[in-house]
């Protein structure tokens, strides 16, 4: 597991934001903006919805990881006003989430 996380934080370190210059790029219409849409996002997270319901409100994520006992997905979000990612993980045996990082 260590080694996992490891791996993780070496790409996301190296990461750059996503390029938002192309025009068949989809905006994230679903993901809220504002400080007070983030409290609500944490708020949604914090009852630990499904990855349906996690996809529903957010959309898609920027990033998919599996961890390699294929017990966990992660989902990454970039956040532009942050230039940070914030992350959903999600149990692959219930489908549903697991924790989260959402700033």
Known sequence: MKHFLLVVLILLSGCSPP?????DTPTQPDLPQGHESD????????????E???LE????PDSV????KMEFKML???LPE???YNSVEI?????????????
């Not at 390029?19 to 025009?23: A, E, K, W, Y």
């Not at 409290?39 to 499904?50: A, H, I, M, N």
């Open 76 to 78: 990454y979000y970039f």
């Open 39 to 50: 409290y609500t996002v944490w708020k949604f997270l914090e009852k630990y919805p499904s």
């Open 19 to 23: 390029s938002s210059s192309s025009v």
């Open 52 to 54: 349906k319901l996690v």
């Open 65 to 68: 990881w599996t961890d390699e």
């Open 91 to 103: 149990d692959l045996t219930t489908g549903k989430t697991a924790g989260f990082e959402w700033d």
């Open 57 to 60: 409100m957010l959309g898609p």
């Open 82 to 84: 942050l230039q940070d």
